[in-house]
């Protein structure tokens, strides 16, 4: 994938929200931004607010490119994405969005969780650029819990950025890339 600036954004939230909710146009109004940006974005590649994303992305004259599963032929992925990577295991998709520069995390359930904790652990252990903003109340209300159950510093912490709302991701994820340590992971 390659991006006016070469970097590429993980958005990832739930495939369960329909066009008409308030939740689909934030991720619109977020893929715009991260596109006027000169990012590209990557996603899971399915409907609602990954295709959202791509959809606001491709508004802007950016780029979308999804990560569909070859196993789940039931889903179909949506077509606001001009590229597709298939995935053929869920760990294999996982490793696609754990090497994204950043991640930004949209409203989502387990699916959604589990996609920002394991770039959360990536940030955290490897030796590359990347973060992890998380948009809306929803996940800061999270992240308070596990500051309580977790055995993490703040360091460990430092590494989630918080953004209240669609205008708040740009800033936050040019906070992220400002803070990264240099590109030396073994895959290039």
Do not use: K, N
């Amino acid at each position: 994938m390659t991006t006016r600036e070469g970097v590429v954004v993980a958005v990832v939230g739930s495939a369960r929200v329909s066009r008409d909710a308030p939740e689909w146009q934030e991720a619109y109004e977020v893929g715009a931004l991260i596109a006027e940006s000169g990012w590209g974005i990557m996603t899971g590649g399915y409907s609602g607010l990954m295709g959202a994303a791509a959809e606001g992305a491709r508004s802007r004259g950016g780029s979308a490119r999804g990560l569909p599963m070859t196993a789940w032929a039931q889903l179909t992925p949506d077509p606001a994405h001009d590229d597709l990577a298939w995935c053929a295991t869920y760990g294999e998709r996982l490793d696609h969005i754990a090497r994204a520069d950043v991640l930004v995390a949209l409203p989502g359930g387990v699916g959604t969780l589990s996609e920002w904790a394991v770039a959360w652990a990536s940030a955290q252990t490897e030796l590359r650029p990347h973060g992890v903003v998380l948009v809306g109340r929803r996940w800061a209300q999270l992240v308070e819990q596990l500051r309580r159950i977790l055995i993490a510093g703040d360091d460990d912490f430092a590494l989630l950025t918080a953004a209240e709302g669609p205008q708040e991701v740009p800033a936050r994820v040019r906070e992220v890339l400002a803070a990264a340590p240099p590109a030396t992971a073994p895959w290039g």
